[in-house]
């Protein structure tokens, strides 16, 4: 077996993503797990995750590293907030935004484990609801909306510290249904380009995403 460090905390196993797992049998999603020597990996799909699909699609940074601090908009019911917070590991912090009340319900359960993620039943479009969140390393939207990026950004100037970074999961249907997606990517990274933000990678996520853009920027 072939275990490789992608990135700090992510590992490769045989071809396969995977993080450390920091409780031991945690699986919330029914995972694959594997033991190895005295450590325990979780298998992250990147079918299932947006980053994680990015890391296939040979992403060059992820600048998500231990203890960092997290603004994540859209968190969903958890699934991939679930494998950052074994990379931030037990110094860092996740503050999860989720305006649907059905989905939130579902990210309780992760949230009660994992220990260092915060939900927040909030909407990402009004970040003054949750301005007591403190600055933050990153920022990672995945909110699905036609004002994501205008949303992302937002959020980066009350959240984000100077030079922190953006990762921005960009779903073009979304946005606009008829025209091609690479245009409509290209369109939202000049939106980031004109605020000062500099472009570090931009994917594409297919084939695990259909017509979806994944970017990483800072601030
Ligand atoms: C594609 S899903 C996120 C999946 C999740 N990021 C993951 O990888 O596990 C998008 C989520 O964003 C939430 N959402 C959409 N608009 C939002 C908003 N304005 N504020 C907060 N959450 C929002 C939706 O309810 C949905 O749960």
């Known amino acids: 077996m072939e275990i490789k460090e992608k990135f700090p905390g992510i590992f490769l196993i045989d071809g ?6 920091q409780i031991s049998g945690w699986r919330p999603f029914g995972e694959q797990l594997i033991k190895v ?14 980053l994680a699909a990015a890391i296939m699609k040979g992403l060059k940074v992820v600048p998500i590293k231990e203890g960092d601090k997290i603004l994540y908009l859209g968190i969903a019911h958890g699934f991939t907030a679930s494998f950052i917070s074994s990379i931030i590991g037990k110094n860092g912090i996740i503050y999860g935004v989720e305006f649907a009340p059905r989905v939130f319900n579902e990210l309780l359960p992760v949230t009660e484990k994992a220990k260092n993620i915060v939900p927040i039943l909030g909407d990402a479009r ?10 933050c390393d990153v920022v990672y939207v995945d909110i699905a909306q036609p004002d994501l990026t205008e949303v992302a950004i937002r959020n980066c100037k ?5 030079g922190g970074y953006l990762l921005l999961a960009i779903k073009t249907q979304s946005i606009d249904v008829t025209a091609p997606a690479k245009r409509i990517i290209d369109c939202e990274v000049e939106k980031l380009r004109a605020e000062g933000f500099e472009i570090l ?12 853009g994944f970017v990483v920027a800072r601030m």
């Open 16 to 21: 396969k993503l995977a993080v450390k797992n």
């Open 37 to 50: 020597g005295s450590t325990e990996y979780r298998f992250w799909d990147p079918n299932r995750s947006k």
């Open 126 to 135: 009004k970040p003054e609801t949750y301005s007591w969140v403190e600055t």
């Open 158 to 162: 009350a959240f984000l510290k100077r």
């Open 201 to 212: 990678d931009v994917r594409s996520l297919e084939p695990f995403e259909e017509r979806h």
